[in-house]
């Protein structure tokens, strides 16, 4: 891979990239060229095409992969790409995490935590429930690793599901633990379900954009439905421990106004809702401060607005 934040006048390209942008223009001579934006997760670069019909150049358009053979020059001080030829990559030659955004934290290491958290639940019914999903579902485990937490808002990264997962259960634990009548199981099993239908509700990159029951139904309902469906295929619940969970899963928004159809009514309900809450406020808070500090959308006192917070914040002068 040949990230672009790495090439430099005068290399020669050969490489996978994302077309952000492709448009069609005419030089003075009349002929017809594509202006096109290239990327990958350490930038974008501009490319040209001078020939559209050339031996060489498939046809592609904005949002596909495609393997670019070219040469960078610079142009007027800046780095563009000249195309000699181009064609759509096959999906087995590039990886998503090369061209979007990523968790901070590696894939594998998370993998690790997560069946950490599982190997704690020692309800046996809560265990193979969390195992049918996460251990025994290679399929689903791998969507769920790699899938984005968010659309935008926040964890909208690769990986940011099972990041944001991770974090809310251990707050979630965290809470429980300063109590003595809390039932922990019911709050980590909740708390590793409770966004499991992300990855039916948003497609994955490149996409990243709400299904159509996604958008009509919501991953709190669908999540719902997935999760009652498992329990009743593996039997053995009691009714106290299947709609204490669901119960808990529907009401993890904790209002309606934020899609939950139920509000908590159990101490487990309310512990997963603020922990789920606070995590996604808190990344948030800080995606905006590294994106004030870029785009210096930050006041002179530090300040910064968002409406999604609904609030001014700023970022503690203790930071580094």
Sequence with gaps: MQFINKLKDGDELNSVYHVKIKSQATAKTGKEYFNVCLSDKTGTIDAKIWDVNAPGIEEFKAGDFVTVEGDVISYNNQLQVKVSRLRIADKDEFNNEDYFATSKYKKEDMAKELDSLIANVKNKNYSKLLKSFFIDDKKFREKFLSHQ???????????????????TTKLAIAIANNYDDINLDLVITTSLLHDIAKIDEIAPYPINEYTDEGMLVGHIVLGYEIISKKIDELGGFSEVEKYELLHCILSHHGTPEFGSPKQPMLMEAYIVSQADNTDAKLELMRENIANAKITNKMDSNGFITNKFLGTNFRESKLNP
């Design 149 to 167: 937490g968010a659309k935008t808002v926040h964890h909208s990264f690769v990986s940011g599901l099972v990041e944001h997962t991770i974090s």
